[in-house]
């Protein structure tokens, strides 16, 4: 075997090899997603993207407190948007076993809010 015919099998390995690596890399790296938030302080809603793992509640970008949670958008019958569609009102989900942030869930304008 020539020094010529060992240097394209050496390349032909490393894009392999280079190959396996990414694709190992891309498994691991969690799933990223965009998701809207709602800081509970400050009621701020912030849509940013979240890794899978992300646990809750995270830092507010706003108030810099750990008081960010993921959200349900819920919309309410009474109230329009400007588009003249139901508004859509984010409410926090704490995830909290037993306790579905729907049931409760109200609008400014004290109306039961609708999945
Ligand atoms: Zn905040
Ligand atoms: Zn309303």
Do not use: R
Not at 88 to 104: A, F, L, R, Y
């Amino acid at each position: 075997m020539s020094w010529k015919e060992n240097k394209g099998l050496a390349v032909i390995l490393l894009i392999i090899a280079l190959g396996v690596i990414g694709f190992a890399g891309y498994k691991l790296m969690p799933a990223k997603f965009d998701d809207t938030l709602k800081c509970e302080k400050c009621g701020d809603v912030v849509k940013m993207q979240v890794s899978a793992n992300t646990k809750y509640p995270t830092t507010c970008p706003k108030c810099k407190t750990p008081t960010l949670y993921q959200t349900v958008v819920l919309k309410c019958m009474k109230c329009k948007a400007a588009d003249g569609k139901p508004k859509e009102v984010p409410v926090i989900d704490k995830h909290e076993e037993g306790k579905n942030p729907i049931d409760t869930a109200k609008c400014d304008c004290g109306s039961q809010l609708m999945p």
